[in-house]
């Protein structure tokens, strides 16, 4: 399969697009030429074998990692030396794999760190403790409290989260993310460790939230990433070989080469199943 | 009972001066794990700050408030101007700055206020309260420095746990690249952290100058009682540098009355081999998973 063209007639207004972006570690090409966009609601799915760069891609898109070369732009508008902490503000949030929950802060106060873009007051205003900040505060942990409760984890959010049992660390970690109202969503594995029934509970979560964002999903269960994604992009030794459909990339020859190590004929073989990426992702 | 009745109360009374120094000590250490060996020469020179301002027929208070407002800045200062530019290198580049500062600050205070003894003044009497025909060694200016303590205690445990402003630094300091990926702006929480840290050390400093006499070297025995306070404690936990602090204080006086004042200093050696023997983490420590 052919990696379509840029689609013509955009202006890139609410768009993520990566430009041709290359990232080297000391002679190790992590990604060379990847050019990818995201369309608002859009579920965009990345999958690739172990060392593909699907991480890099991510950090990249979150400003971790400053490509050496390519452009990042979001809403049209290029986006030079990224830093993380400005990611939020421009209403990208981005969850972790290792999901990086503060363990020795409620679940609420970890979901109100994420509420922060929308505080009114400023530093000061906090530093001095002006009444204005208490109704912000107020309000923050309103919003933090309707979106645990729309994750069905409210009535966790007085625990810290090393006793919550892994699928809701799981969901307090996706809260976190979106009480932060954000147009993009960067969701990092959100699907490992999970069961088989905890994993489609998760499927139809992320389907109600396309009618509010666009997702970038970077995840191992091809089930989840068939099931849930618009659209899938493969990499492959940091270089994009292939995106379109589902249906389309689980049947495209240098996608089953890559994931199999061998060529296949197409339709022989689908990389869906799990036991199908066994040979490079061990 | 009565000298027991006094050595307690002379020792609650320093525990808490220890307390302050040591909460100074953790407010840096848990949020960039730098042990800031400067906060004593840092307290040292803003009781200069406050002693300059008194001498110029200021009260007492005006030259309190001037002490913690410069507290304020300094650490400030430092933070970014210092600390700053060796964040994300090995923490003990840092280490080693503050150990300097430390040296830096000492030489710039006897270049400005000179090395001799002066004396500090105290707000509230610094002789003991006479009960009938007991003698207690509670003085006013003792009764100030508990609750200055305990309000400034109180004021830090408000802000950690009741605003939004705390939850970011207590975020920035738990994980400082989630935090930043949240939003929070890691590098200003840091410098409001070391701006904090020095506010409560100018407090411990002008308590230990109360009523008593300075000189560049006078709070020098503060960072060595502070740290153990801080480690007996625990080093990440504001509430174990309390503990940690009353703890030494009361163990020190007893040790001053009962035994020798001479033995002070290595029953502190002591009391901190026994606890890094029996509980390394400190007595308020989390559990950690051994790596394996």
Excluded at chain 1, 70 to 83: F, K, Q, Y
Excluded at chain 1, 132 to 144: T, W
Excluded at chain 2, 68 to 89: D, F, M, N, Q, Y
Excluded at chain 2, 120 to 138: H, I, K, M, S, W
Aim: charged share 15%; proline share 4%; aromatic share 6%.
């Amino acid at each position: 399969m052919r990696i379509p063209a840029r689609p013509t007639g955009t202006t890139g207004e609410g768009r993520f697009e990566l430009s041709d972006v290359g990232v080297s570690f000391g002679g190790v090409v992590a990604l060379s030429e990847v050019s990818l966009e995201v369309a608002p609601r859009q579920v965009l799915g990345v999958i690739g074998p172990n060392g593909a760069g699907k991480t890099t891609l991510f950090n990249v898109a979150c400003g971790f990692v400053t490509p050496d070369r390519g452009t990042i732009r979001w809403r049209g508008v290029t986006l030079r030396r990224l830093r993380p902490h400005q990611l939020a503000g421009l209403g990208i949030a981005r969850t972790l794999q290792a999901m990086g929950l503060f363990d020795r802060m409620s679940v609420l106060d970890n979901v109100m760190v994420g509420a922060d873009r929308h505080a009114a007051t400023g530093f000061g205003s906090a530093l001095l403790a002006l009444p204005r900040s208490a109704r912000d505060e107020r309000r923050l942990r309103d919003r933090a409290m309707a979106v645990l409760d729309e994750l069905g984890a409210a009535s966790y959010a007085g625990r810290l989260p090393p006793s919550l049992p892994y699928a809701m660390r799981k969901r307090v970690s996706l809260a976190r993310a979106l009480v932060s109202n954000p147009d993009l969503l960067l969701l990092d594995e959100p699907a490992s460790g999970l069961s088989q029934g905890e994993m489609a509970e998760f499927g139809s979560v992320l389907r109600g939230l396309t009618e509010r964002m666009a997702v970038l999903l970077v995840e191992h269960h091809m089930d989840l990433v068939l099931s849930v994604c618009d659209e899938i992009a493969v990499l492959d030794f940091g270089r994009l070989i292939a995106r379109g459909a589902p249906d389309d990339v689980r049947s495209d020859p240098a996608v089953l080469a890559a994931y199999l190590g061998v060529e296949v004929r197409e339709g022989a073989a689908s990389p869906g199943g799990r036991e199908d990426n066994s040979a490079r992702s061990a | 009972m009565q000298q027991l009745l006094n050595t307690l109360l002379t020792g609650l009374t320093l525990g808490m001066v220890y307390a302050a120094f040591a909460l100074a000590l953790v407010l840096i250490w848990r949020s960039t794990r730098i042990i800031n060996f400067a906060q004593a020469p840092m307290a040292m020179i803003t009781t200069y700050v406050a002693l300059t301002v008194i001498d110029a027929d200021y009260s007492y208070w005006v030259g309190f408030t001037a002490a913690l407002l410069s507290g304020l800045v300094l650490g400030a200062a430092i933070e970014r101007l210092v600390i700053r530019p060796v964040e994300g290198k090995p923490h003990i580049n840092a280490v080693i700055l503050t150990l300097g500062l430390f040296i830096v600050i000492h030489a710039v205070a006897a270049l400005l206020f000179g090395s001799r003894y002066r004396s500090f003044p105290a707000p509230f009497g610094v002789r003991g309260f006479q009960v009938g025909e007991v003698n207690v060694a509670l003085t006013g200016f003792g009764i100030f420095t508990i609750g200055s303590v305990v309000v400034v205690m109180l004021l830090l445990v408000a802000l950690f746990r009741g605003t939004d402003l705390g939850l970011m630094m207590r975020a920035a300091a738990f994980n400082q690249e989630v935090a930043r990926l949240l939003g929070v702006r890691v590098g200003r929480m840091f410098t409001l952290g070391w701006a904090l840290a020095a506010l409560v050390g100018s407090l411990s400093g002008l308590l230990i100058a109360g009523g008593s006499l300075v000189h560049p070297s006078y709070m020098d025995s503060a960072v060595v009682f502070g740290f153990v306070a801080a480690v007996l404690g625990g080093l990440d936990s504001p509430v174990g540098a309390v503990v940690g602090g009353l703890v030494l204080g009361v163990s020190l006086s007893f040790v001053s009355g009962y035994v020798g004042s001479e033995l002070v200093a290595l029953a502190a050696l002591g009391i901190l081999m026994v606890v890094l023997l029996l509980r390394p983490g400190g007595l308020f420590s989390h559990a950690t998973p051994r790596r394996v």
